[in-house]
T-cell receptor, first 115, second 113 residues
């Protein structure tokens, strides 16, 4: 399984500002995924990030609001832009297991509170 | 579109008793199914998966799940619950053609001493 770290682990931000979340993996992976878990709810995929290409966003999520970078095979960032209280969530990155094992492994998450 | 349903928001069980957390799925093609557990203030941990093969799959922490194609179900089970099993459990299906996971709404398991 992959070991994934995220920074920051939590943050409290004011509305209108932006926060960039970092995700670091201990092995090279082709695809990385960003999910959002709103309070008391399930996980929803925001986007899929391939190294060297534009991220693919799910319905309801746009690049202007959630820009993603993927500069290499072990790192990605997700920015939450122009934040509002509705953006208060846990943001998680994940990668698929090595060798086509299909399961995904998740980082510990970033708990964001927007005031 | 692929989807999973977890019909129970919460399951209560006494320590030492068997537990079942239910999941049903709707997919086109062969289902790739997963169970994850989320402890408070922690990320998601992978428990087990069904890709192909035996209908009874075994995973971490003594959990197992039974794949039932005729009932389109993938229920999570454990013979003897522990208080430490209390957590939020998610069923998920892998989208065919894409690698993303589609999650159920989650079931909170409470194991009482």
């Amino acid at each position: 399984s992959a070991v994934i770290s995220q920074k920051p682990s939590r943050d409290i931000c004011q509305r209108g500002t932006s926060l960039t979340i970092q995700c670091q993996v201990d092995s090279q992976v082709t695809m990385m995924f960003w999910y959002r878990q709103q309070p008391g709810q399930s996980l929803t995929l925001i986007a899929t990030a391939n190294q060297g290409s534009e991220a693919t966003y799910e319905s309801g999520f746009v690049i202007d609001k959630f820009p993603i970078s993927r500069p290499n095979l072990t790192f990605s960032t997700l920015t939450v832009s122009n934040m509002s209280p509705e953006d208060s969530s846990i943001y998680l990155c994940s990668v698929e297991g090595i060798g086509g094992s299909y399961e995904q492994y998740f980082g510990p998450g970033t708990r964001l509170t927007v005031t | 579109a692929q989807s999973v349903a977890q019909p129970e928001d919460q399951v209560n069980v006494a320590e030492g008793n068997p537990l079942t957390v239910k999941c049903t799925y709707s997919v086109s093609g062969n289902p790739y199914l997963f169970w994850y557990v989320q402890y408070p203030n922690r990320g998601l941990q992978f428990l087990l998966k069904y890709i192909t093969g035996d209908n009874l799959v075994k995973g971490s922490y003594g959990f197992e799940a039974e794949f039932n194609k005729s009932q389109t179900s993938f229920h999570l089970k454990k013979p003897s619950a522990l208080v430490s099993d209390s957590a939020l459990y998610f069923c998920a299906v892998r989208d065919t053609g894409f690698q993303k996971l589609v999650f159920g709404t989650g079931t909170r398991l409470l194991v009482s001493p």
